[in-house]
């Protein structure tokens, strides 16, 4: 709090966003306080608070990771006090997931935004989008296999690309790449290393005008992207 209320006092800041992405149950008062508390900081000087928060799409639902940092993060609770939640509706496939699927099935994202709007006012929501890639080497797609209900491995996971990367691979002409139209999501196989193929999810730009057009379609606040390093030329395209 004494960090963020040094940058609440610089002029050329407009707000923070708080990005928590492991809480343990123990500390959700805590963490619900400080949030208050942030708020209160920062809406005294008329700057904005927004909250970053995990994916969720039902209350009942036991969900393959972070747990208790989805419980933790009362969404109708903290936007009694933020101005907005950032959801991370990308990550359906963990990197840490033995097979490979979907960063974000444009059809999950809507069940997500659909439970939030039963938490929050449309107008706090922002949808997130990824402008990253996965990659899976020596595993095919199975659309067989329930992404929900796999528990991750620990030893595992697939590479991450930036755009610019991504990109690169595409233009190699033994990749065999398709628009899937299911998930609005680019899937891609490929020869990689020495005598292994790999298989690629990843965005595109008409990927990422089906995510925009969900958040306008709830009237959602906006959207907001996740990035690797400074690489946004997707937006361009």
């Not at 691979?169 to 065999?176: E, N, P």
Request: hydrophobic share 40%.
């Amino acid at each position: 709090i004494d960090a963020v209320t040094a940058i609440a006092q610089d002029p050329d800041v407009d707000g923070i966003d708080l990005d928590y992405e492991s809480v343990e149950l123990a500390d959700k008062e805590a963490f619900l306080q400080m949030i208050r508390d942030i708020a209160e900081i920062f809406h005294k000087r008329g700057k904005l608070l927004s909250v970053t928060v995990v994916a969720k799409w039902g209350d009942e639902i036991v969900y393959p990771s972070l747990r208790e940092t989805r419980e933790v993060q009362e969404w109708d609770t903290i936007a009694r006090s933020a101005d907005q939640l950032r959801v991370m509706t990308y990550d359906y496939t963990s990197q840490r997931s033995l097979y490979p699927g979907p960063i974000a099935p444009i059809g999950w994202m809507e069940e997500v935004v659909e439970y939030g709007l039963t938490k929050v006012d449309p107008e706090k929501l922002f949808l997130g989008i990824h402008l990253y890639g996965y990659e899976w080497v020596n595993e095919k797609y199975n659309p067989n296999v329930n992404i929900e209900t796999l528990e991750l491995e620990d030893d595992i996971q697939s590479n991450s690309y930036s755009y610019s990367t991504i990109k690169t691979i595409l233009k190699q002409t033994a990749t065999d790449a398709i628009y899937n139209n299911n998930f609005k999501e680019g899937i891609a196989t490929y020869d990689c290393l020495e005598n292994s193929f790999c298989t690629m999810f990843f965005p595109t730009a008409q990927s990422v005008q089906a995510r925009i057009d969900l958040a306008k379609k709830y009237k959602l606040g906006g959207v907001a992207f996740w990035r690797l390093g400074r690489d946004a030329d997707i937006l361009g395209d």
